[in-house]
């Protein structure tokens, strides 16, 4: 039987509900959509995403091949010095522009790669890839799933919807890198419990922001979350033995 296929984060590359240009992580495929035209990926295909800064090769080429002749014939006398300079210098910039390259999305997959050029790189991109690369690693389920703090002690017959509400969650969000940082820097509350999520079942979009605090990569939900994505509910000595 056909696994469903659910949306589990997506990321706007340009601006938001800007939906020429964005990225989209399903629970079986990776899309890139640039300028409305659409790339799809399997998730076992990939190995993991980047960014990167590519070379452009044409101007590089165009420089070496016209500054060499344009000193030629300067000195032959073929050229005016100051229409020869002018070439010189466009040469010069021209292998500038090909050296500093353009950024792209590379998208590594087994056997070759992609690139996909984008104008800018946003702090929501970086921290979407960071979150795709997580999640296609054969990582244990601990490390693929959100947790949700929430301020006193539950048990799996707790009602759960007033913390799986819209208005209840942004600021209690964690991934488990994040929690782990938490942890190691003293700030885990240790009388809390937490609801462990899917974040394939959440039935809201996932996105990773940056937190301007400390600049670390905080899961947000901007909608509720459906009650079938909750696993299970653990307390704060077993968050802690989960990082030890």
């Not at 601006?15 to 076992?44: F, G, P, Q, V």
């Not at 590594?108 to 296609?136: A, C, K, M, W």
Request: charged share 25%.
């Amino acid at each position: 039987m056909d696994i469903a296929e659910n949306r589990i984060a997506k990321c706007y590359i340009l601006h938001d509900n800007d939906e020429r240009n964005k990225c989209e992580l399903t629970n079986r495929r990776l899309t890139i959509i640039l300028k409305n035209k659409k790339s799809e990926y399997a998730l076992e295909n990939l190995k993991f995403v980047t960014i990167n800064q590519r070379k452009l090769l044409i101007p590089i080429i165009l420089s070496g091949v016209i500054t060499p002749l344009v000193l030629v014939g300067l000195f032959k006398d073929i050229f005016h010095p100051f229409i020869a300079l002018v070439f010189i210098i466009g040469g010069f910039f021209s292998f500038y522009i090909g050296w500093i390259g353009e950024k792209v999305i590379t998208i590594n997959l087994i056997l070759s790669h992609r690139d996909y050029p984008i104008p800018i790189i946003t702090e929501h991109l970086i921290g979407f890839l960071d979150y795709v690369n997580q999640f296609i690693q054969d990582e244990p389920i601990e490390k693929r799933v959100l947790y949700l703090e929430v301020g006193q002690s539950l048990t799996e017959d707790s009602d759960l919807k007033p913390y799986l509400s819209k208005d209840a969650i942004n600021k209690k969000l964690f991934s488990y890198w994040l929690l782990r940082d938490y942890y190691r820097s003293g700030k885990l509350q240790t009388d809390s419990s937490y609801i462990v999520l899917d974040p394939v079942k959440v039935g809201s979009e996932v996105k990773y922001e940056i937190e301007e605090k400390d600049r670390s990569l905080k899961p947000v939900i901007k909608g509720s979350i459906n009650s079938g994505a909750v696993l299970k509910i653990l307390r704060s000595n077993e968050i802690v033995s989960l990082m030890e």
